[in-house]
């Protein structure tokens, strides 16, 4: 199994919600990430997870808050989110540490979120 | 700072072979140069990784010049189911050398 699944594929939500979003994969590895992408724009990273531990916080806004249950499973948690929240977040992860620029991402389809 | 720029767009027909060049001045002795592909509403798929001379695998093949500053690689016999961006990918010091997007090459393939 090389798959990474998300869900949902899509959500809209208000400004006053609180959503989650849902990333899984079986291939044994210990990392994990979420990305953010805009339209017409490279995806940017937004966390990674290393052994179910947060590594990386690319200073994203405390409304968006990640969990990683199990080695298994990513959540990111969305509260208060505004209109420029409204994207495409991918979820990926890789067999290392999530710490070494060669390793091989292993993207998931993305959740495209609607913020209205 | 180690910076990739490939080309904003491209156009092939089916059946062609198509290389899209990444120039990366800057790249580091130890870094590798990773390639990924991303169709329309889909995450990133790892293409081919290398880093020196010429790497090939069933979907594409890389070639690295000697001195490393650029990287080409090549699509062979595209169909119209290759159309997508193609990302050139080298580690980035200022980012602890994570892997970050640059813009990306939009590849479409016509009939």
């Known amino acids: 199994d090389t798959e990474v699944t998300q869900t949902p594929k899509h959500l809209v939500m208000g400004m006053t919600n609180k959503k989650s979003l849902k990333c899984e994969q079986h291939m044994g590895h210990r990392a994990m990430y979420w990305y953010k992408q805009k339209a017409k724009k490279p995806p940017e990273l937004m966390f990674v997870?290393?052994?179910?531990?947060?590594?990386i916080n690319e200073s994203v806004p405390s409304r968006f808050s990640p969990e990683c249950p199990n080695s298994s499973l990513l959540n990111l948690h969305l509260h208060a989110l505004q209109p420029e929240d409204s994207a495409l977040y991918l979820c990926?992860?890789?067999?290392?540490?999530?710490?070494?620029?060669?390793?091989?991402?292993?993207f998931g389809p993305g959740t495209r979120l609607l913020v209205l | 700072l180690a910076k990739t720029t490939q080309p904003i767009s491209m156009d092939s027909y089916e059946g062609q072979e198509v290389n899209i060049t990444c120039s990366h001045n800057n790249i580091a002795t130890n870094d590798y140069i990773t390639w990924y592909q991303q169709f329309p509403s889909q995450g990133p798929r790892f293409i081919i990784q290398?880093?020196?001379t010429k790497v090939t695998n069933e979907v594409a093949s890389l070639f690295i010049p000697a001195d490393r500053k650029s990287s080409t690689l090549s699509l062979p016999r595209v169909s119209l189911s290759d159309t997508a961006v193609y990302y050139c990918l080298v580690p980035k010091p200022e980012y602890g050398n994570k892997l970050v997007f640059g813009a990306g090459t939009i590849l479409r393939v016509k009939s």
């Open positions: 997870y290393s052994y179910e531990k947060l590594s």
């Open positions: 290398g880093y020196k």
């Open positions: 990926a992860s890789s067999q290392g540490s999530g710490l070494a620029v060669q390793e091989t991402q292993y």
